[in-house]
């Protein structure tokens, strides 16, 4: 008798993202997956980056969230073309959920398309969606300990961004701390540190994102 197996999700889920890749490096895409805690600064700071890069490429936004669509909105209002995904209780993107939405956007006509994942430090990073550069936020409020803590999210980002550094006076903070763990788990990693209500560290963020331009 023939036994049938059925492969698990994470597996396919790389089949799929694999196949994203392959759809947006003809497309000259390149793909952004922003992960980080709710609240962490995340669409803040997508605007930032929207602001600065905006005259230059041609940008698209994906927004997850479990429900509503305020992060949206927020795009639409910048004149960006925006689709939000509401996952309904599920608490990170897959790749098949990304592969349902681009056909919303016209590829050709995008340089730069942002994912905002949901707000979480833990699963979000076991799934890849397609994306070129995974951007892990850490804001100040949560404190130095994070990247020992969930150490799946830190390792395999390419950029973490120490988000709202304006409030670095207020908690005790350790930049070492979080530079020494990255150093040890992930020496690749790039680490920014950005206050997004002010734009302050946008910059450089945004000339390293020009290294990564497809067209
Ligand atoms: N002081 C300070 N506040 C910030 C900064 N960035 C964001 N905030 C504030 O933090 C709160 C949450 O910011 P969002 O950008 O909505 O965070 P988010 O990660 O997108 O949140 P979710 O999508 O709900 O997970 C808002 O009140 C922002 O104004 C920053 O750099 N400094
Ligand atoms: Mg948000
Ligand atoms: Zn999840």
New binding site residues.
């Given amino acids: 008798m023939e036994i049938k197996v059925v492969r698990q999700i994470l597996e396919w889920n790389a089949d799929c993202d694999k196949e994203l890749k392959k759809l947006l490096n003809e497309k000259k895409v390149l793909m952004l997956n922003i992960m980080g805690s709710p609240g962490g600064g995340k669409t803040t700071f997508i605007t930032r980056i929207i602001e600065n890069l905006r005259t230059k490429y041609k940008i698209g936004v994906i927004e997850a969230d479990i429900a509503g669509k305020i992060d949206a909105e927020k795009m639409a209002d910048m004149g960006i073309p925006v689709v939000q995904l509401n996952t309904d209780g599920?608490?990170?993107t897959e790749a098949e959920s990304i592969k349902n939405i681009l056909p919303f956007f016209n590829l050709d006509d995008i340089d730069i398309l942002i994912v905002e994942n949901?707000g979480?430090l833990?699963?979000?990073a076991e799934f890849d969606i397609g994306e070129d550069l995974k951007i892990a936020l850490l804001s100040i409020p949560e404190g130095d300990d994070k990247v020992e803590k969930y150490p799946l999210m830190f390792s395999r980002a390419d950029a973490i961004v120490l988000s709202k550094y304006d409030m670095k006076d207020y908690f005790q903070f350790d930049d070492n701390r979080v530079i020494n763990n990255v150093k040890n788990n992930n020496s690749n990693a790039v680490i920014f540190k950005i206050n997004s209500s002010k734009g302050e560290g946008i910059n450089t963020f945004v000339n390293w994102i020009q290294n990564y331009i497809k067209k």
Wanted: aromatic share 0%; glycine share 0%; charged share 0%.
């Fill in positions: 599920a608490c990170h949901i979480n833990v699963c979000p």
